[in-house]
């Protein structure tokens, strides 16, 4: 089992639908949590971060985060073509700086 | 502010060629990561750097790689001799442990394509 898990896509849903992004990890005690977006050839930037348990919004995103069920998931409400990217799932170690990435979900957001 | 600056941006050499990447931190970030990201998949962690100790190295392929941060800043990623399957794209990211939301600040990568 991979420590950070994500369904690699790609995810196509039409301009101004909700994109659903879902990330499962293994080690129960992981804090922190991060989405990062990586358009094609660029390097990946962080949307958003979430610690605690629940939802957490901002603008066009929320996180949400559910710690008994180890998954971390990422709504991007309104989609635009310009949010076709990878988004990289990012877990903080428990104890350590050492951020573990999954896979990457592709999304392609279709005008 | 200036990012994570790295260079060079694309290399491409023969096989059994050594190669260097360099990276420049964010100004005052004391951690700072190389991470190897293949075709489709996500960052993949080679070496952790706090100031100037390397604090986990656990997924550096020490017989070809090697890594050095002098002085705590700038840090240089080596192979030596490159292998076919060793083409990918090499990210360096800084942080500052101190830091509120934990970030990882990345560079624009330097790719590698081993012929």
């Known amino acids: 089992q991979k420590e950070v898990e994500q369904n690699s896509g790609p995810l196509s849903v039409p301009e101004g639908a909700i994109a659903s992004l879902n990330c499962t990890y293994s080690?129960?005690?992981?804090?922190?949590f991060f989405w990062y977006r990586q358009y094609s050839g660029k390097s990946p930037e962080l949307i958003m971060f979430?610690?605690?348990?629940g939802d957490k919004e901002d603008g066009r995103f929320t996180a949400q985060l559910n710690k008994a069920s180890q998954y971390v998931s990422l709504l991007i409400r309104d989609s635009q073509p310009s949010d076709s990217a990878t988004y990289l799932c990012?877990?903080?170690?428990?104890?350590?700086?050492?951020?573990?990435f999954g896979t990457g979900t592709r999304l392609k957001v279709l005008a | 502010e200036a990012g994570v600056v790295q260079s060079p941006r694309y290399k491409i050499i023969e096989k059994k060629q050594p190669v260097a990447f360099w990276c420049n931190p964010i100004?005052?970030?004391?951690?700072l990561y190389w991470y190897l990201q293949n075709l489709g998949q996500g960052p993949e962690l080679l070496i952790r750097?706090?100031?100037?100790?390397?604090?986990?190295d656990s997924q550096l392929p020490k017989d070809r790689f090697s890594a050095e941060r002098l002085k705590g800043v700038d840090s240089t990623l080596k192979i030596q001799p490159a292998e076919l399957g060793d083409s990918a794209v090499y990210l360096c990211?800084?942080?500052?442990?101190?830091?509120?939301?934990?970030?990882?600040?990345f560079g624009e990568g330097s790719r590698l394509t081993v012929l």
């Open positions: 990211a800084s942080s500052s442990l101190g830091g509120s939301t934990g970030e990882l600040f």
């Open positions: 080690d129960r005690g992981s804090q922190s």
């Open positions: 979430i610690y605690s348990n």
């Open positions: 990012a877990v903080k170690a428990s104890g350590t700086y050492k951020y573990i």
């Open positions: 100004s005052g970030h004391n951690t």
């Open positions: 750097y706090e100031n100037e100790e390397a604090v986990d």
